[in-house]
């Protein structure tokens, strides 16, 4: 079996411990992510973006700078079949290239414990909001918004206060994640959003 992305804790510049927030909205799906690169005790303001646009979708990621590096350069998302379901695509075809992408840009190593992608990341496409797992499961919930990273916890907090506020989407993704950046450690803006 294969794990993918090893990365030592102490290259603090490497790693993403972050919050990524992201939101179904009437005029489309927004994601957000912070700015900042942690070992849990030093961190750093990264100027490359955990969010970005890549073809027909908007990806926040979260754990490893290189592991997002790899999606936003390197992943060409394969065509989807004539009449596939979103989830189907997302969970065989889209999957399916990442892993083949990770492995063949030196991302993966092998392990017994079984096959992880060492990041997860959000997923805007097609008008709906999905989140990656390090198993490569596909979660959608019952729920506008979604958030991962070390600040999730908090950001998922704010995101339930303001949902009866006047904030514009991109505004309440952002006092999500300052939120996450004033109570928690790994966590600094500034806040990048992007919609799709």
Not at 7 to 32: E, K, N, R, S, W
Not at 42 to 58: A, M, Q, S
Not at 110 to 120: C, R
Not at 133 to 152: K, L, M, R, T
Request: proline share 5%; with cysteine.
């Amino acid at each position: 079996s294969v794990v993918l992305g090893h990365h030592p804790a102490g290259h603090f510049q490497g790693q993403a411990m972050t919050c990524v927030v992201g939101l179904i909205a009437p005029d489309g799906v927004y994601v957000g992510a912070d700015s900042c690169g942690s070992d849990g005790s030093v961190k750093t303001i990264r100027k490359d973006p955990k969010v970005f646009r890549r073809g027909d979708f908007v990806i926040g990621c979260t754990t490893s700078f290189r592991f997002i590096q790899i999606v936003r350069f390197h992943l060409q998302a394969p065509p989807r079949k004539m009449g596939q379901a979103t989830d189907e695509y997302l969970v065989t075809d889209w999957v399916d290239a990442l892993r083949t992408t990770l492995e063949a840009h030196g991302y993966t190593r092998k392990e017994k414990e079984g096959e992880q992608s060492g990041g997860t990341a959000l997923i805007a496409y097609d008008g709906r909001l999905f989140a990656m797992h390090d198993d490569f499961q596909i979660a959608e919930v019952d729920c506008p918004y979604q958030a991962i990273g070390s600040g999730n916890q908090v950001a998922l907090g704010s995101m339930f206060a303001t949902s009866a506020s006047d904030l514009s989407p991109k505004n309440r993704i952002e006092v999500a994640i300052m939120a996450a950046a004033t109570h928690t450690p790994n966590v600094a803006p500034p806040v990048l959003v992007e919609r799709l």
